[in-house]
């Protein structure tokens, strides 16, 4: 029997009002990861992944609502806390490393001292010890000279070298889950190697599980174990990283999977795939896919293909799964 999950989404709806309309962003997200796991999140822009994640750890914008869900974490409802007891676990329990890190840092306070904020707030580490590890953290994120640096404000950084020291300040008290919104994409792929390699050692040696969300598809097969394909703000294909390199079935996942291999490893553009994707301003009446699917039928249109099991760890939301698997064969 495996054991319980570390998170478990479970049909997670986020909604966002805007003027004139709603947006529609997360439609009936459920996924678990347990100890040890690092689960990869890919699709196009929009698709749903910053604001699944987000919206779940307590750090959605005003004008978002979470309509409906549950986000278990250790056997707390994390949708069901209050704002204190939500930043009690993020930093601690669960680091969180944002797409933008210039919004995340503090840009009137030195770097070292928000590396070792984190751990002074959390109770994680006395001040000798914080100080001790903050300039370990910063050498093991490959920013040279630490003890210099570590006075330096946030704006004295390039945009990679931030992107480290938010990395640094989400494994500062050594939590049991990263969530990572494109943690690597503005660092050159020698400095993202080290970073994922130091990930890779922190899992091995912690049991550390991570949640990434990435654009770049051969980082997400190459460093997680499970695949997560979004479109329209819900999962399209969910699947092991092995199986979803030999077997991914989903016409999206199968359009994804054919534009990295056309643009070549890094992936950034959809060009194999019709049209491109649209904001969602009401609930999809059908699979949200459709107007781009080359495979897609009447019943496409008017019926929500909803996930379901298409193998031992693979799950698939689409009508024709059957047909598009033996096309591809
Ligand atoms: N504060 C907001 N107000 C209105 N709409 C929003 C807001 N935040 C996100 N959205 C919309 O919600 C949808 C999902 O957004 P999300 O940021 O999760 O996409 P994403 O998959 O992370 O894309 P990207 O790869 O560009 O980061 C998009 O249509 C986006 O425009
Ligand atoms: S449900 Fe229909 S439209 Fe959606 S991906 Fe499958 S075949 Fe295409
Ligand atoms: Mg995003």
């Known amino acids: 029997m495996q054991e319980q999950p570390l998170l478990s989404i479970d049909n997670l709806h986020v909604k966002f009002s805007r003027s004139e309309d709603e947006v529609f962003a997360v439609n009936g997200v459920s996924f678990a990861i347990h100890a040890n796991e690092s689960l990869g999140i890919v699709g196009e822009s929009g698709s749903g992944k910053s604001v699944t994640l987000m919206s779940s750890i307590g750090l959605l914008r005003e004008n978002g609502k979470i309509t409906s869900g549950t986000a278990n974490f250790l056997g707390k409802d994390l949708l069901k806390l209050r704002p204190r007891q939500l ?56 920013i040279p000279d630490p003890k210099s640096r570590f006075k330096n404000y946030p704006h004295e950084f390039s945009g990679g070298m931030r992107q480290r020291i938010m990395i640094a300040i989400a494994l500062a008290c050594e939590p049991q889950l990263l969530i990572a919104d494109e943690p690597t994409t503005a660092l050159d792929v020698t400095v993202q190697m080290q970073i994922l390699a130091l990930l890779q050692d922190l899992r091995r040696k912690h049991g550390m599980s991570v949640v990434m969300v990435t654009h770049d598809f051969g980082l997400a097969t190459n460093f997680c174990d499970k695949i997560i394909v979004m479109y329209g703000g819900k999962i399209m294909e969910m699947a092991t990283t092995d199986q979803f390199i030999r077997e991914a079935t989903h016409p999206y996942s199968i359009g994804l999977k054919r534009s990295i291999i056309e643009v070549g490893h890094k992936g950034k553009e959809i060009i194999s795939i019709p049209k491109s994707a649209k904001t969602l301003t009401e609930t999809p009446a059908g699979c949200p896919f459709a107007e781009r699917c080359t495979y897609k039928t009447e019943r496409c249109h008017h019926e929500v293909p909803e996930l379901r099991t298409f193998g031992i760890d693979h799950q698939i939301a689409c009508h024709h799964a059957e047909e ?5 064969v």
Do not use: C, K, W
């Open 87 to 142: 930043e009690d676990i993020r930093g601690r329990d669960i680091g969180v490393v944002f797409q933008d890190p210039m919004t995340s840092l503090n840009p009137v306070m030195r770097i070292g001292d928000q590396i070792m904020e984190a751990m002074l707030t959390h109770q994680y580490a006395g001040r000798r010890e914080a100080f001790e590890r903050t300039i370990q953290l910063l050498h093991e994120m490959g």
């Open 324 to 328: 598009v698997a033996s096309y591809a």
